[in-house]
Each structure stands twice: as C-alpha cells, then as structure tokens.
C-alpha cells in the first residue's frame, strides 16, 4: 500500500473502528497487482485457515472476488460470512446490486475538483495544497450482509 494511496484511508479507518469497538483487528492485504484467478487463489486459502464471520473489502472488485471465492469454498453468503465492499459505482448498483457497500460521493468529487481547477486557473499562483476535503459516503445494506 501507497502513502497517500485511498486504501490507506480506508484501512485508517477500518482500525480506527475496530479499535473503538474494542474487537480483534484482522488485515489480510490482497496484492492489487495479482490477476483475478491469483486473488481468488490467495482469498480461498485465507478463508480455508480463518474462521471469519465478516469481511471488509477495501474496493467492490474485491469484495465480488471474496463472494466468488466463498461460493467456490460452499460458504453461504450472509448466513456463514458476511462481506461489504467500497466504492458504490453506478456498474456496481446496477449489475451487482447485491453486494453491500459503502457508496463515495463521484459527482461531489467531481464538482470539488472543477471549482478546484476553475481557481487554479483564476489564480494560478495560489496554494491550493492546504486542505483536506471531507465529502459524505452513505452505505447500502444489501444482501451480502443481510437475509433482509
């Protein structure tokens, strides 16, 4: 993982969580550079040695691996594990509208990062580094974490 990369975000805030939930913290790093059939090799034998009830994913994509992966193994989604993933995309909500998943703000980051260009060109001198931007997320509860 990459200072500065979202993962680490994620992951931040995962432990931050977890920690203020007073539960056991758990971090199985899946390699982003690894093909898909490398991933689902690497998540089947975590979940073969690791009795877990739930996973979060840091991005959808793994998230859809994980639940390949657990269908593979015979474990039943949400009744044996329960998995969220990260991102929301419109593809994820339209053709995977199962998955549950933390949803980011795409067309509030695009409206920051237009008004952050249209000063950039105004004044071309200012120092626009300061500054952390903090956007709502919102989460869709579906059925990779509930009967429901």
């Known amino acids: 993982v990459q200072k500065g990369n979202p993962t680490d975000h994620r992951l931040s805030g995962y432990r931050d969580t977890i920690k203020k939930l007073g539960l056991t913290l758990h971090i ?4 982003f550079s690894e093909t898909p059939m490398l991933k689902i090799m690497a998540i089947k034998q975590l979940l073969s040695e690791h009795k877990a009830d739930g996973i979060v994913c840091t991005d959808d994509l793994t998230a859809l691996l ?23 995309t419109k593809f994820i909500q339209q053709y995977h509208p199962e998955l549950s998943t933390v949803v980011q703000p795409t067309k509030d980051i695009a409206a920051l990062l237009v008004k952050l260009l ?18 709502p997320i919102r989460f869709i509860k579906s059925k990779t974490i509930s009967d429901n």
């Open 28 to 31: 199985h790093p899946v390699s």
């Open 66 to 88: 994980v639940i390949q992966a657990a269908q593979e193994l015979g474990i039943n989604i949400p009744e044996q594990l329960k998995i969220t993933g990260f991102d929301g």
């Open 118 to 135: 249209e000063r950039r060109i105004a004044h071309p001198d200012e120092d626009l580094k300061q500054k952390s931007y903090i956007l």
